[in-house]
C-alpha cells in the first residue's frame, strides 16, 4: 500500500478569472489532478487555465468536478473545422464502487442487481455529464459495478450472460427480453444512447459449457471477467475477456487469447485489454504490434506500488513506449492504495491520483487522433548539448578528454571511475536489487547484474539531505506474478541509509539534469518516470544509441522520485 501527503494546489500565472490565487491557498489538496504537456506541468482546482507546451496549440482545461481539455478557439470556421478532424474528446471515470459488505456471502440475483444498480446509478450520472461536454468515448474501471474478493461461487449472482457479438448482433437497450440474466449489459446498452457515446465498462460475465468441451468447469459455465464495448447506438460491439488474472479466484481464463479491436467514426481503431494485461506480451503488446492500434482503452483495478509500478506511472510509460493514446480509468479506494486514472498520449497527460479524497473523479480531454511519439536518437541535438556530448563520447568509449591547442584536458570522468562509490543490495518491488549511491553535485556512475549493466551521467544544481541511488535488476520477478525484467532505476530512497532504498515515497527535492541508460537484451522498454507529489514527466530524449538505450532528461519540474528504464523479456517469462 502507499500513502502520499495531500495533494498541493497551485495557482497557474495563466489561470483566468474563474479563481484567484488567494483562493488556491486556501484550498485543501482535496483533488490532485494535473496536465503535463512537452515537460511542463501545472496543478489547478476551480479555474480555467491555459496551459503552454511543446506544440503550437493551447490547451484549456478545467479543473474542479471535471478535468476538460480543449483547443484554443480562432474564431475561424475553417480552422476550427480543422481542429476538431485532428481530435476526439475522450473521458475516463475514477469510481469509487460500492463494495459488497461480505463478497464471500451467497446471495440472490435481485441482491445482486440492487448493489449494482447504485454503481450504474452513478455510472450513468458521468455519463450525462460528459454529454454535456461533448465526449465521444467513455471508459469506466474494472470491478467497478460488481467489486472484488469474490469466490467462484459467490460472484455467480452478479454475472451477466454474455453472448458472442461476433456470432450475434444485439442491442441489449433496444432488445432487453432477447436473453435472459443481462440487466447490467441492458443498462450500460441505455447510457451509451442517452449519453450518444461510445462506452467501455467491465463486468462479470457467464457462458455456459457442456462435458464435451475439455476445457468447462465442473459447474457447467465459464466465469469471465469481461470489458465491453458499445457503440453511442446502443449495440454490443464488442467484448474482450481478461487473460492475466491477479488473483481472481471466482473468473476462469479464457481458452485463448481475445485480440480485441473496434472501430469509431471519430478516431479509427482502438485496442483493449484490461489491468495486469499490461505486463505481458498476450494480449497487450500482440495487439499494438499486429492490428495497427493507435489507441487503447484500458479499465484497471489497480494497487499502486512505488517505486516502479504506481497506477499512473505504467500507463504513461506504456503510451511513451509505444506511441498510442492511453485511455485509463482505475477503481478509487485510496485504503486499499487504489487510485490513479488519466488520459495518455506520448506528449501529454491529464490524470488523477489522490490517496485522501473518497469521491470519485471524471477527466474528460482532447486527444489527438494521431499521437506524436517522443524525440528518438537519430533527431538529438547532442552536438549543442554540452551533457549528450558527454554521453555520447562515454558510448563511443572515448576517455573522455578534449584536446585544447597542444595540452589535453580531462574531466572528472576519470575520477569518478577510479573512485567509485560501493555497491550494496537492497529490496525494491520485491527483487534484489544491485545499487550504488548518487553522491555529489555531478558524477559519472554504473552498476551491472547478471547481463544488464546500468550507466548515470549526472549534473545537479543544489544538493538535497536525501539520498539517491541507481539500482539494476536482471531477472525473473516471482512475488505477485511471474514474469522476466530488466531495470535500470534512479531512485530517491526512503532514508539516508542504504537499506531504505526501494521504499514506498511520493515526495522529494532533489533537481537532476541526467542521462540514464543500460545494455538492454530487449526492445520492449518502458520509461517510468515521477517526481514530488506523484506528478509525471516527460523525457527529453529516448532512443538507442550504439547497442544502449537511454533517457535523457533536464529541467524537472519538481523533486526526482524515480526515473527507471524497465524492460521485459516476454520470452522468459
Known amino acids: 500500500m502507499q500513502s502520499s501527503k495531500k495533494p498541493r494546489c497551485e495557482a497557474s500565472r495563466h489561470c483566468l478569472g474563474v479563481g484567484q490565487p488567494e483562493r488556491f491557498r486556501g484550498c485543501k489538496g482535496r483533488v490532485a489532478h494535473a496536465h503535463i504537456r512537452g515537460g511542463r506541468r501545472a496543478k489547478s482546482r476551480f479555474m480555467v487555465c491555459i496551459m503552454s507546451g ?75 455529464t460528459a454529454a454535456q461536454k461533448g465526449v465521444q468515448i467513455i471508459v469506466f474501471p474494472e470491478d467497478g459495478i460488481h467489486g472484488f474478493n469474490f469466490t467462484r461461487t459467490s460472484i455467480y449472482p452478479f454475472l451477466d450472460f454474455m453472448p458472442s457479438p461476433q456470432v450475434v448482433g444485439w442491442n441489449p437497450c433496444l432488445e432487453p427480453r432477447r436473453f435472459n ?39 457447467g459455465r465459464y466465469q469471465f471477467n469481461t470489458n465491453v464495448v458499445f457503440s453511442n447506438k446502443g449495440t454490443l460491439v464488442d467484448r474482450y475477456r481478461k487473460h492475466n488474472l491477479y488473483f481472481e479466484a471466482a473468473f476462469d481464463v479464457p481458452l485463448n487469447v481475445d485480440h480485441i479491436t473496434f472501430d469509431t467514426p471519430f478516431a479509427g481503431r482502438f485496442g483493449i485489454f484490461t489491468c495486469f494485461d499490461i505486463l505481458f506480451f498476450d494480449p497487450a503488446v500482440r495487439l499494438l504490434r499486429d492490428h495497427k492500434v493507435k489507441h487503447v482503452v484500458y479499465p484497471t483495478a489497480w494497487m499502486n506500488q512505488l517505486p516502479l509500478l504506481a497506477a499512473i506511472e505504467i500507463q504513461k510509460a506504456f503510451a511513451v513506449a509505444f506511441g498510442i493514446n492511453v485511455l485509463a480509468a482505475n477503481v478509487h479506494h485510496p485504503v486499499l492504495g487504489m487510485t490513479g486514472s488519466g488520459i495518455h498520449t506520448p506528449l501529454e497527460s491529464f490524470w488523477y491520483h489522490d490517496m485522501e479524497n473518497p469521491e470519485g473523479h471524471l477527466i474528460i480531454a482532447q486527444v489527438a487522433k494521431n499521437p506524436v511519439g517522443l524525440i528518438g536518437a537519430g533527431n538529438a541535438t547532442g552536438e549543442t548539448d554540452p551533457s549528450h556530448t558527454k554521453f555520447l563520447k562515454i558510448l563511443s568509449g572515448d576517455p573522455y578528454c578534449e584536446k585544447d591547442a597542444q595540452e589535453v584536458h580531462c574531466d572528472e570522468a576519470t ?20 545499487l550504488v549511491p548518487v553522491w555529489g553535485k555531478e558524477g559519472y556512475l554504473h552498476v551491472c547484474s547478471n547481463g544488464l549493466c546500468c550507466y548515470l551521467l549526472y549534473k545537479r544544481p543544489t544538493l538535497s539531505e536525501e539520498l ?64 514530488s507529489g506523484m506528478t509525471l514527466e516527460v523525457p527529453d530524449q529516448l532512443g538507442w544509441e550504439k547497442d544502449h538505450y537511454f533517457l535523457r532528461k533536464s529541467g524537472l519540474s519538481s523533486g526526482l522520485v524515480t526515473a527507471a528504464l524497465y524492460g521485459r523479456l516476454y520470452e522468459r517469462d
Not at 542521462?515 to 526492445?523: D, P
Open 181 to 219: 440474466d443481462t440487466e447490467v449489459l441492458q443498462r450500460l446498452s441505455c447510457m451509451a444512447i442517452k449519453g450518444d457515446m461510445f462506452l467501455v465498462a467491465n463486468l462479470g460475465t457467464k457462458q455456459p459449457c457442456h462435458s464435451s468441451d475439455p476445457g468447462c468447469p465442473n459447474d
Open 54 to 128: 511543446a506544440r503550437s496549440k493551447l490547451a484549456l482545461f478545467l479543473c474542479g468536478c471535471y478535468v476538460v481539455a480543449l483547443g484554443a478557439h480562432t474564431g475561424e470556421e475553417s480552422v476550427a473545422e480543422h481542429h476538431e478532424a485532428e481530435y476526439y474528446v475522450a473521458a475516463v471515470y475514477e469510481h469509487p464502487s460500492i463494495l459488497s459488505p461480505n463478497p464471500l456471502a451467497l446471495i440472490s440475483r435481485q441482491e445482486a442487481l440492487e448493489l449494482m444498480n447504485q454503481n450504474l446509478d452513478i455510472y450513468e450520472q458521468q455519463v450525462m
Open 415 to 434: 575520477k569518478w571511475n577510479m573512485n567509485a562509490p560501493p555497491t550494496f543490495h537492497s529490496e525494491m518491488m520485491y527483487d534484489n536489487f544491485t
Open 468 to 531: 539517491y541511488a541507481l539500482g539494476v535488476f536482471d531477472g525473473l520477478h516471482t512475488v505477485h506474478g511471474t514474469y522476466y525484467i530488466q531495470v535500470c532505476a534512479l531512485v530517491r530512497c526512503g532514508g539516508l541509509g542504504f537499506g531504505t532504498c526501494g521504499q514506498e515515497i511520493t515526495e522529494a527535492t532533489g533537481i537532476f539534469e541526467f542521462h540514464l541508460w543500460g545494455n538492454f537484451s530487449t526492445s520492449y522498454i518502458f520509461p517510468l518516470f515521477l517526481t
